[in-house]
């Protein structure tokens, strides 16, 4: 890194985004020091332990004192009071940014708020997982996903340009969004989503009451359902801050739905198929923006017995030839006392090699391109 960009960075709110943005930070060079700040004591003791952050200040206001770029990683929500709260100490010229997921209302807050002299750039790093807190942390978090920052019209050129070069330090690739713009897209590449995997497990709880349902549940209804595991208290702020687009993108679902339940009722395959394929080739156009290699992707099922180390024997089978496993899981049949363990293997010849290797362990296994419902 050629220079620090910034003295000293303070972050407020040091849990899984924050604590990553401090690791992140530290491990560039591109600044002389990372503070943080964090209503939690604990999570802020843990931050320091790990390293996310080199000190740990007690109350926001101070931390801010001492710094020309203010991180606020909270929940969207409390971002607002954070920038109350801040705000009569920030030195002229400090740069404020946020990671909140909603933007509009933010970008807005933080208008009325912020002191004059101080330039406030909206933020949103499209990464992180369902876990939570500082002890998941990872530096490479930001590396090679999309950063979104939301300037105004009004935004100080030299500060936009400063923080951009500071995230694309981190390997994230930085672009600009209107806030409203940023708010309708994310809607239905992200909020939407959430509430249909929700939807969807939520569904299978009742259904499970008639029947042993989730005993049946395979690779499809994991993968749609994976991100219902997600903080629920985080997601009410997220929806209920962008209500408005995600209420537009669930009546365009809705309606989608319903049309399709209707060539369904009707018995209109050809059309049913169409839309079958549309979605399909879609989803695989998208593959190579995602670094993903839908097509080379290959899955092996085998039954195991249900015992102790199985899962490590065969692991460390296809480990010990080099090949990487990208994906496991277990399946346990109804009333059996085996399951079905799943690997995903990316490329024709190691997933030959591995099932040979497998096989030659005394397993059955099965081999096929892992695309569609398993």
């Known amino acids: ?17 924050g604590g990553s943005l401090g690791m992140a930070l530290r491990a560039t060079g591109a600044v002389g020091a990372v503070l943080g700040s964090d209503a939690d004591a604990r999570m802020l003791r843990r931050a320091l332990e790990v390293g996310a952050v080199q000190e740990a200040v007690e109350r926001p206001e101070e931390m801010v004192l001492r710094c020309d770029l203010v991180l606020v990683a909270v929940p969207v ?16 010229g400090t740069t404020v940014s946020d990671v909140g997921s909603v933007k509009e209302g933010v970008v807005k807050a933080a208008a009325g708020i912020l002191p004059s002299g101080c330039h406030f750039v909206g933020g949103h790093p499209l990464a992180g997982s369902e876990q939570r807190g500082v002890e998941f942390a990872d530096p490479d978090l930001f590396r090679e996903a999309y950063y979104v920052l939301t300037p105004t019209s009004d935004c100080d050129a030299k500060a936009y340009s400063r923080l951009h070069a500071l995230l694309t330090s981190l390997g994230a690739r930085v672009i600009a969004m209107d806030p409203r713009l940023h708010d309708r897209a994310v809607s239905v590449v ?12 939520n569904l299978a709880l009742r259904r499970a009451e008639e029947y042993p349902l989730l005993k049946l549940a395979a690779g499809g209804f994991r993968d749609v359902t994976r991100i219902a595991a997600s903080d629920p208290r ?35 395959e050809e059309e049913l198929l169409g839309w079958l394929e549309r979605a399909s080739a879609g989803r695989r156009n998208l593959a190579p923006a995602l670094k993903e290699s839908l097509g080379e992707m290959y899955l092996l099922s085998l039954p195991v017995e249900d015992r102790p180390g199985v899962i490590s024997e065969v692991t460390l089978t296809v480990g010990d030839m080099g090949i990487n496993i990208d994906d496991l899981e277990l399946v346990h049949p109804l009333e059996s006392g085996q399951g079905i363990l799943r690997l995903s293997i990316t490329g024709e010849e190691n997933a030959r090699r591995a099932a040979e290797a497998l096989r030659a362990r005394g397993y059955r296994v099965t081999l096929g391109k892992a695309i569609g419902e398993r």
């Open 234 to 268: 985080l997601w009410l702020d997220i929806l209920t801050e962008n209500r408005t687009a995600v209420g537009e993108t669930l009546a365009e679902v809705i309606a989608n739905l319903q049309d399709i339940r209707e060539l369904l009722r009707e018995g209109r």
């Open 77 to 92: 929500r409390a971002i607002p009071e954070v920038l109350q709260r801040i705000a009569p100490s920030l030195r002229p």
């Open 1 to 17: 890194m050629a220079g620090i960009i910034y003295e000293r960075v303070g972050i407020v709110g040091t849990g899984l985004i």
């Open 190 to 201: 992200s909020h939407v989503p959430h509430v249909m995997a929700m939807a969807l497990m």
